[in-house]
């Protein structure tokens, strides 16, 4: 698979990096090495790579910022694809935004507000990219992203698929695609407001979310989904794990739902930490932990 893998590189326009360490492309700092790791320059470079490394049958993981992500410590075979370059915002008539895949939450939330543009609030205090938030329907006070979503591009057996919001499958922290579907960009619905009233609310958000999750340390966010009825980091709190620590991975002293690398923390240590969490709260509660987090990568 290697030389397979040079010589797709050796065509490739983008950003290319060998046996790159997952734990530099992490929230967490964790994660082993992955074999191959390119960035597209554009989309046509991404359809190119991903054509190619289908023809080959290379296993390919695409990643955004990876800030709700967990690699394992013996990292990813074949390719790591990043959507980083991807990272255009369009304003659109009619109060809509087109927007990229590797746009950061914190850009499309400034560029919103620029134009005027009020929807995507929410996601200014969420790390990470808009694709991102579009694969898992991140959310917050009260709004998900995809009910602004009208049109979801993604990329599928190297052809481009645009459907509109009728037709997609999701729900809380959940969008159904395909496994080998990537999403690529979508057309937001926004409505017109003042800049002022825009910019005071994203930084209403910000203090709420600073006041609670400023944790201080490398984490993923929210490790555990929400159960229905009920709060993880409550649930988390009520089973006594607040401070709990397993090697350099720690249940987080200011929000117990954030499972934080305090330094030198293996993946190992983060996975058995969350599966103590998983086995306490079930004890206590009968509840059973979903995580939130992707985890991806060989043990």
């Not at 040079?6 to 490739?12: H, T, V």
């Not at 369009?90 to 400034?110: D, Q």
């Not at 057309?187 to 910019?199: S, W």
């Not at 330094?263 to 086995?279: C, H, M, N, S, W």
Request: hydrophobic share 40%.
């Amino acid at each position: 698979m290697r030389e397979q893998l040079k010589a797709i590189a050796a065509e490739f326009r983008g950003e290319v990096r060998w046996d790159e360490p997952m734990a530099q492309h992490t929230g967490l700092r964790v994660g082993g090495p992955a074999d191959l790791y390119i960035e597209p320059a554009d989309l046509p470079d991404l359809r190119w790579a991903v054509a190619k490394m289908e023809e080959a049958s290379i296993p390919y993981t695409v990643v955004g910022a990876g800030f709700n992500l967990l690699v394992r410590d013996g990292g990813i075979r074949g390719c790591v694809i990043s959507l980083k370059a991807l990272d255009a915002v369009k304003p659109m008539p009619g109060a809509r935004l087109e927007v990229e895949a590797g746009v950061f939450n914190a850009m499309l939330c400034r560029i919103a507000a620029e134009h005027c543009l009020s929807g995507v609030e929410f996601l200014c205090g969420i790390p990470g990219t808009f694709g991102g938030a579009v694969a898992m329907n991140a959310g917050a006070h009260g709004w998900e992203t995809l009910q602004r979503v009208e049109t979801l591009t993604t990329l599928l057996e190297g052809e481009l698929k645009v459907r509109k919001a009728g037709e997609l499958e999701f729900g809380y922290r959940y969008l159904k695609l395909d496994p080998r579907e990537i999403v690529v960009g979508a057309k937001l619905r926004m409505e017109p407001a003042e800049r002022r009233v825009i910019e005071e609310t994203m930084s209403s958000y910000l203090h709420i979310r600073g006041k609670s999750q400023r944790v201080g340390f490398p984490s993923a966010g929210s490790f555990f989904k929400n159960p229905p009825g009920t709060q993880a980091w409550r649930l988390i709190e009520q089973a006594g794990l607040r401070g709990t620590t397993v090697g350099g991975a720690q249940v987080s002293e200011v929000h117990t739902n954030f499972l934080v690398n305090r330094g030198g923390a293996k993946a190992a240590d983060l996975l058995a930490l969350a599966a103590l969490v998983k086995v306490r709260v079930k004890e206590q509660s009968g509840v059973d932990l979903e995580e939130e987090v992707r985890i991806i990568g060989e043990g």
